[in-house]
């Protein structure tokens, strides 16, 4: 089966996919991103990513490539195309195609608009044996809150974390607190019972999954407080875990090779991804 991209009002072949190479998100990563996670054929919170990409992409004054409509038609073509049941939408879009200059183009340019889809595992209740982090020093810049493509940091980060045998790296600010994960939000369980993830600010990305949870851990009653936690804290902490769109709740068993509490996934994560996965069956299917 042939795959799709969507390239700038063309569904095109994967293999041929392709922008210019003056595209300023090639040439200065000046571009946001989104990435909406798909389960048995349904978008999962759609309309709270397309409103982030839409303030990402006013944070750096560029435009809608189309409009908001239309994004919505392209991303549920695309995935039928694709025959997407389970994975992800990736859409970019970039400031566009102008000659190399770091300052914006002065002639109007229109923004590049890029949609892939990935097929994944198919996401259950049961989360498995869960996943070891690596810490690492969170190096990134200023505004973490806008979900640009330059993710060099990021990369390194993740990389290093793999190469220590971890799936995730937990970015650690100058304070010795725990920012967030290279592609995720993290979230600890206390002693107490008490669930703490750090707030949003400009140090972190306002993950949708985190937002979608902390609602879901308002209606179970769980006491959740948003708040810095510094490494030592987690590595004391009953219970980690991270969030995201393509990994839902996951639950976190070791931070350095240290164990989290007894070493095996906690109730709360195994809950909180039951109800997340629970949530991601409602809606319309697409596909
Ligand atoms: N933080 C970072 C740095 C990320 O890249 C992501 C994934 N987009 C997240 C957090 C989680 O956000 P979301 O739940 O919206 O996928």
Known sequence: MARYAYVNGRYVDHREASVHIEDRGYQLADGVYEV???????????????????????????????????????????MRRNRLRDGLVYMQVTRGVARRDHAFPTAPVKPSLVLTTKTTKHIVADPGPGVAVKSQPDIRWGRCD??????????????AARESGAYEAWLVDAKGCVTEGASTNAWIVTG?????????DNGILAGITRHTLKSICNSLQLKLVERPFTLAEAKEAKEAFITSATSFVTPVVKIDGDPVGDGKVGATARRLREEYVRFSDEGEAVT
């Not at 806008?146 to 990389?159: D, F, G, S």
């Not at 107490?192 to 949003?200: M, S």
């Open 192 to 200: 107490e019972g008490e669930l703490v993830t750090r707030q949003t």
């Open 146 to 159: 806008i979900k640009t493509v330059a993710l060099l940091p990021n990369v390194l980060a993740k990389q």
């Open 36 to 78: 909406v996670g798909v389960r048995a054929g349904k978008l999962v919170d759609e309309t709270p990513h397309i409103d982030r990409l839409d303030r990402s992409l006013r944070e750096l004054r560029i435009g809608w490539p189309v409009s908001r409509n239309t994004l919505g038609f392209i991303i549920r073509e695309l």
